[in-house]
């Protein structure tokens, strides 16, 4: 706690008044800034005790979700559950239709905060609950303020923000230069020969199809060429990217990244692509934040939110799920260089509200293309 009090005054003499000014003006509301506001919140957060966190799958970002902050405020326990987004988001409209109200945050796809959650009347604006300084410092943050899904700015923020794997080759079969662009993928000696996480469940196939729908430089036509290619759609991260590795499928469109890692520390020859020339997406995968409506744990919920957006809690963050922070002070040392987005480069926002709202275009197409 006291290193917390060091870093508040220190984020304080930063920010200063222009944070103070960001935040008001983003958020139309008056909102509690002081010190005294937020011992007041933590010995408040002290006396529930605990804060309950709905949040991804696996135990590596269960660990980094709840003993960090454990440790940095002692007497406050995380309770923690993981789940997909398909599983959790159903979980929680049953819970409230029963009269439960049994968790305070959300760390999750903007696909399921969004599009299940926020229509089930299941948020609160995460504005009203932004105290420290350095959780909303503009320098920090890659558009120099914190990035919502939303466009009134107020229910779900994107905390992180990785450029999505677009390809990756065998490159005992397939020479990287060969595919520089999206229709290089048209090419007839590639007929057969490409592989496909499916677009028709969420996850990073749904992610590219998704860009290649929206994209100016490609859309539905392209997409309908490309399926005359005999691809082969896969549910199985693993399955494709070791297809890749061993040559079944010597092109593997929209692959997992932490599979194609692993697949390349095990010495197979894969050679991941990143960005194409017809450019990349921006995805934040499972890096969202809401905090539930009628919290059990308020304050704990609000002392819990603040701290995972200091880069305290995103290097955590960003080293469980292994993706990327959209804090610019966070280290990427811990991610493959195609994962990593470059400072002045624009990318298509995967996770934006009007995005979001046009991925069952996409999703429709592919349905057409691969049945279902």
Same mark, same amino acid.
């Given at each position: 706690?006291?290193?917390?009090?060091?870093?508040?005054?220190?984020?304080?003499?930063?920010?200063?008044?222009?944070?103070?000014?960001?935040?008001?003006?983003?958020?139309?509301?008056?909102?509690?800034?002081?010190?005294?506001?937020?011992?007041?919140?933590?010995?408040?957060?002290?006396?529930? @005790?605990?804060?309950?966190v709905?949040?991804?799958? =696996?135990?590596? #970002?269960?660990?980094?979700? !709840?003993q960090?902050? *454990? /440790? &940095?405020?002692p007497?406050?326990?995380?309770?923690f559950?993981?789940?997909?987004?398909?599983?959790?988001?159903?979980?929680?409209?049953?819970?409230?239709?029963? @009269?439960?109200y049994?968790?305070?945050?959300?760390? =999750?796809?903007? #696909?399921?905060?969004?599009? !299940?959650?926020?229509? *089930? /009347? &299941?948020?609160?604006?995460?504005?009203?609950?932004?105290?420290?300084?350095?959780?909303?410092?503009?320098?920090?943050?890659?558009?120099?303020?914190?990035e919502?899904?939303?466009?009134?700015?107020?229910w779900?923020?994107?905390?992180?923000?990785?450029?999505?794997?677009?390809?990756?080759?065998?490159?005992?079969?397939?020479?990287?230069?060969?595919?520089?662009?999206?229709k290089?993928?048209?090419?007839?000696?590639?007929?057969?020969?490409?592989?496909?996480?499916?677009?028709?469940?969420?996850?990073?196939?749904?992610?590219?199809?998704?860009?290649?729908?929206?994209?100016?430089?490609?859309g539905?036509?392209?997409?309908?060429?490309?399926?005359?290619?005999?691809?082969?759609?896969?549910r199985?991260?693993?399955?494709?990217?070791?297809?890749?590795?061993?040559?079944?499928?010597?092109?593997?469109?929209?692959?997992?990244?932490?599979?194609?890692?692993?697949?390349?520390?095990?010495?197979?020859?894969?050679h991941?692509?990143?960005?194409?020339a017809?450019?990349?997406?921006?995805?934040?995968?499972?890096?969202s934040?809401?905090?539930?409506?009628?919290?059990?744990?308020?304050?704990?919920?609000?002392v819990?939110i603040?701290?995972?957006?200091?880069?305290?809690?995103?290097?955590?963050?960003?080293?469980?799920?292994?993706?990327?922070s959209?804090?610019?002070?966070v280290?990427?040392?811990?991610?493959?260089?195609?994962?990593?987005?470059?400072?002045?480069e624009?990318?298509?926002?995967?996770?934006?509200?009007?995005?979001?709202?046009?991925?069952?275009?996409?999703?429709?197409?592919?349905?057409?293309?691969?049945?279902?």
């Open positions: 706690m006291q290193r917390f009090r060091r870093k508040w005054f220190l984020s304080s003499v930063t920010c200063g008044l222009l944070s103070l000014v960001l935040a008001h003006l983003a958020s139309g509301q008056t909102k509690p800034s002081s010190q005294e506001q937020w011992e007041k919140t933590l010995a408040e957060a002290r006396k529930e @005790g605990k804060v309950v709905y949040g991804p799958p =696996g135990a590596t #970002v269960r660990e980094a979700l !709840t960090g902050f *454990e /440790k &940095a405020f007497g406050i326990s995380v309770g559950l993981g789940g997909s987004g398909a599983a959790i988001g159903p979980r929680v409209v049953t819970e409230r239709r029963g @009269g439960q049994l968790v305070d945050v959300f760390v =999750g796809s903007s #696909v399921m905060l969004m599009n !299940t959650l926020r229509p *089930e /009347k &299941a948020l609160d604006p995460l504005d009203r609950v932004l105290i420290f300084p350095e959780a909303q410092d503009p320098k920090a943050w890659r558009t120099k303020r914190l919502f899904s939303d466009k009134e700015r107020r779900v923020v994107m905390m992180t923000g990785y450029v999505h794997l677009e390809v990756a080759v065998n490159s005992n079969l397939v020479r990287p230069d060969d595919i520089r662009a999206f290089d993928l048209l090419d007839p000696k590639w007929k057969g020969k490409i592989a496909l996480t499916d677009p028709r469940i969420i996850g990073p196939g749904q992610v590219g199809f998704t860009f290649l729908y929206h994209s100016k430089k490609l539905p036509d392209y997409i309908r060429a490309l399926g005359k290619q005999e691809i082969t759609p896969l199985d991260h693993r399955l494709l990217a070791e297809g890749v590795g061993r040559g079944k499928y010597p092109i593997g469109l929209f692959p997992q990244p932490t599979q194609i890692q692993q697949v390349i520390s095990a010495g197979l020859p894969v991941p692509i990143g960005k194409l017809e450019g990349s997406a921006l995805a934040t995968g499972f890096g934040l809401g905090l539930a409506n009628r919290a059990p744990h308020p304050n704990a919920a609000t819990y603040n701290w995972l957006l200091t880069k305290d809690g995103q290097t955590l963050l960003a080293r469980g799920l292994a993706y990327a959209r804090r610019l002070d280290p990427t040392d811990h991610l493959p260089s195609f994962m990593v987005p470059e400072a002045n624009s990318y298509f926002e995967m996770d934006h509200e009007e995005t979001l709202k046009r991925r069952d275009a996409a999703v429709a197409l592919a349905r057409e293309i691969f049945g279902g």
